[in-house]
T-cell receptor, first 116, second 114 residues
Framework: AQKITQTQPGMFVQEKEAVTLDCTYD???????LFWYKQPSSGEMIFLIY??????QNATEGRYSLNFQKARKSANLVISASQLGDSAMYFC?????????????FGGGTRLMVKP | NAGVTQTPKFQVLKTGQSMTLQCAQD?????MSWYRQDPGMGLRLIHY???????DQGEVPNGYNVSRSTTEDFPLRLLSAAPSQTSVYFC?????????????FGPGTRLTVT
């Protein structure tokens, strides 16, 4: 079974609107972390936001927030007030206590396109 | 700090050739890893290291070797290149403690095997 599932291969959003990128995960660990990365067309991986499994508050970083629903095993990324520079691939990733060296497992990504 | 550096940025190999992708970090991170990203897909873990002299396999290790003789360097060797190894390769590092520690990625090496 896929550990990280991103069901939206591509999405459009109008500039200045908010958008939610979906991510569901599968783990039997109690301790884990969830990450979102942005990959613009230039190819580098840019860390956006982190949520720990024991964190009670949803993580926020500027225009990015993570809607963490532990019982549903979902960790959706919300981008408020979209900008043209937000057009990129977005990857959800998980780190589990018992996973290979605590390294990241990635989802397949969502391509976000922001329309002017 | 240069962060995580990778060389070369681009490489074209013929089937059967071998080569080494270089990765170095100057943050004194104990944990280092190699991922590959195939077109339109997420990153998959090839090999990782939790310290000098300690390496282990990830999800897709076949056809690759690694070694870790120093904290700073973590080279990835392709033993006999195959077209299926055409991909973008990312090296990453992080501090070992805690779940929230950010994983720092290098800029990637785009490899084409013909």
């Amino acid at each position: 079974a896929q550990k990280i599932t991103q069901t939206q291969p591509g999405m459009f959003v109008q500039e200045k609107e908010a958008v939610t990128l979906d991510c569901t995960y599968d783990t039997s660990d109690q301790s884990y972390g969830l990450f979102w990365y942005k990959q613009p067309s230039s190819g580098e991986m840019i860390f956006l936001i982190y949520q720990g499994s024991y964190d009670e508050q949803n993580a926020t970083e500027g225009r990015y927030s993570l809607n963490f629903q532990k019982a549903r095993k979902s960790a959706n990324l919300v981008i408020s007030a979209s900008q043209l520079g937000d057009s990129a691939m977005y990857f959800c990733a998980m780190r589990e206590l018992g996973n290979a060296g605590n390294m990241l497992t990635f989802g397949g990504g969502t391509r976000l396109m922001v329309k002017p | 700090n240069a962060g995580v550096t990778q060389t070369p940025k681009f490489q074209v190999l013929k089937t059967g050739q071998s080569m080494t992708l270089q990765c170095a970090q100057d943050m004194n991170h104990e944990y280092m890893s190699w991922y590959r990203q195939d077109p339109g897909m997420g990153l998959r873990l090839i090999h990782y290291s939790v310290g000098a002299g300690i390496t282990d396999q990830g999800e897709v290790p076949n056809g690759y070797n690694v070694s870790r003789s120093t904290t700073e360097d973590f080279p990835l060797r392709l033993l006999s290149a195959a077209p299926s190894q055409t991909s973008v390769y990312f090296c990453a590092s992080r501090a070992p403690t805690g779940f929230g520690y950010e994983q720092y990625f290098g800029p990637g090496t785009r490899l084409t095997v013909t």
